[in-house]
């Protein structure tokens, strides 16, 4: 299997790369620095604000809309200083890859504010792409590398993020006929 690489100038790459290096070496314990963020207000870890929450809930929406499977956040604030959540998907081709990709970012500009991600990586391999909106990075992965990498290992201790997404296809379906009754009321 070929693999994406993942270079470039953001800072993210290097959380991506520590993945790489740990599947390599086989060493787990290999781990990231926290900052030790805290809010000012109350000495508390901090975690994941309300609207980067928001906005990673309508980039997992546009992945399931798309047929993604495996569609997993974690908040990693705690864990890393330069990012809050870290969103997971998986496309059976590079064609859903690069598709899931797209629609992602379409509903992000259109639906959160036009935000645009800051960096784009992956796009030319379609095996890996990853999204730097800052407050939160998506990978959005082939199945293939999916199961390589094993991304979820490096987050597995972080709390997970109930991403609201509906539970069986039907539900999905459901709740798009509701949305479309509603505006076919308006």
């Known amino acids: 299997m070929e ?3 993942i270079t470039g100038t953001t800072q993210l790459a290097v959380t991506t790369q520590l ?4 599947e390599i070496s086989g060493n787990d314990t290999i781990s990231t620095v926290s900052t030790g963020s805290t809010d000012d207000r109350n000495g508390e870890s901090m975690s994941a ?6 906005a990673v809930r309508i ?10 499977t495996d569609i997993v ?4 604030s705690n864990l890393l200083g330069i990012t809050e959540i870290m969103l ?3 496309a059976s081709n590079e064609r859903q890859v690069l598709g899931v990709g797209q629609e992602i970012e379409k509903d992000l500009y259109l639906h959160a504010e036009k935000l ?3 960096e784009r990586e992956g796009l030319a391999e379609a095996q890996w792409v990853l999204l730097d909106y800052g407050d939160f990075v998506v990978h959005i992965m082939h199945e293939e590398a999916r199961a390589y990498y094993g991304l979820e290992r490096l987050w597995k201790d972080c709390p997970q993020i109930d991403l609201e997404l509906p539970a069986t296809p039907q539900e999905a379906n459901d709740t798009n006929d509701a949305h479309e009754t509603h505006e076919s009321q308006d």
Do not use: E, G, M, W
């Not at 993945?19 to 740990?22: D, F, L, N, P, Q």
């Not at 604000?49 to 928001?54: F, G, L, P, R, Y």
């Not at 980039?59 to 993604?68: E, S, V």
């Not at 956040?73 to 990693?76: I, K, L, N, R, T």
């Open 116 to 118: 645009q991600p800051r």
């Open 88 to 90: 997971i998907v998986t």
């Open 19 to 22: 993945a790489k290096i740990k």
């Open 49 to 54: 604000q309300s609207n980067t929450i928001a």
């Open 59 to 68: 980039a997992a929406a546009a992945a399931d809309r798309l047929k993604a």
């Open 3 to 5: 693999t994406a690489r």
């Open 73 to 76: 956040a974690f908040d990693v």
